[in-house]
T-cell receptor, first 110, second 117 residues
Framework: DAGVTQSPTHLIKTRGQQVTLRCSPK?????VSWYQQALGQGPQFIFQ???????QRGNFPDRFSGHQFPNYSSELNVNALLLGDSALYLC?????????FGPGTRLTVL | AQSVTQLDSQVPVFEEAPVELRCNYS??????LFWYVQYPNQGLQLLLK??????LVKGINGFEAEFNKSQTSFHLRKPSVHISDTAEYFC???????????????FGRGTQLTVWP
């Protein structure tokens, strides 16, 4: 059984560009959460998707948007990239009372 | 909103010594509590969780944590550490929602545990 997978593993973009990150959930998991982890910080919640709808959202601007597909996989889109968006982006999928994390996508904005 | 405080940003210890990593959270209402470990360039791995019941929770790799509601604390302990325990440790809290899967996690800033030979 594959765990949570994310792609790509690393990404380099320039300011103003747009980026799409992808997440495939652990088998049987239907809820996907996205977190941003800046260097030396704890993960910060971006949003959570369930049944293809955004269920909860953290304190992130509208430049951050997402989507969940019928197979429960998910995308995180970030528009108009800023230098401060450089971080590790983590996807997590739920069993009922536990979140399983993927290995993350390291985004560098130059 | 919840907030989580991890009181020590770095904890150096010698191999086979005991260790305690401290965590306090803000809310006194019902909460779920978690400890995760992160090795370099990897995602987060769950060490243990408290949902309800016994206040002493045992996890993987010999770790345990004690929930103290009156002090809003959830400190992580291990009686004898190994070199391989060197990693970043994160405490997290979530608000339980009846009939719903786990919602957002609020994380602390992390504690870097370094085990020296």
């Amino acid at each position: 059984d594959a765990g949570v997978t994310q792609s790509p593993t690393h990404l380099i973009k320039t300011r103003g560009q747009q980026v799409t990150l992808r997440c495939s959930p652990k088998s049987g998991h239907d809820t996907v959460s996205w977190y941003q982890q800046a260097l030396g910080q704890g993960p910060q919640f971006i949003f959570q998707y369930y049944e293809e709808e955004e269920r909860q959202r953290g304190n992130f601007p509208d430049r951050f948007s997402g989507h969940q597909f019928p197979n429960y996989s998910s995308e995180l889109n970030v528009n108009a990239l800023l230098l401060g968006d450089s971080a590790l982006y983590l996807c997590a999928t739920n069993s009922y009372n536990e979140q399983f994390f993927g290995p993350g996508t390291r985004l560098t904005v130059l | 909103a919840q907030s989580v405080t991890q009181l020590d940003s770095q904890v150096p210890v010698f191999e086979e010594a005991p260790v305690e990593l401290r965590c306090n959270y803000s809310s006194s209402v019902s909460v779920y509590l978690f400890w995760y470990v992160q090795y370099p360039n990897q995602g987060l791995q769950l060490l243990l969780k408290y949902l309800s019941g016994s206040t002493l929770v045992k996890g993987i790799n010999g770790f345990e944590a004690e929930f103290n509601k009156s002090q809003t604390s959830f400190h992580l302990r291990k009686p004898s550490v190994h070199i391989s325990d060197t990693a970043e440790y994160f405490c997290a809290v979530s608000d339980p929602k009846r009939g719903s899967t786990l919602g957002r996690l609020y994380f602390g800033r992390g504690t870097q545990l370094t085990v020296w030979p």
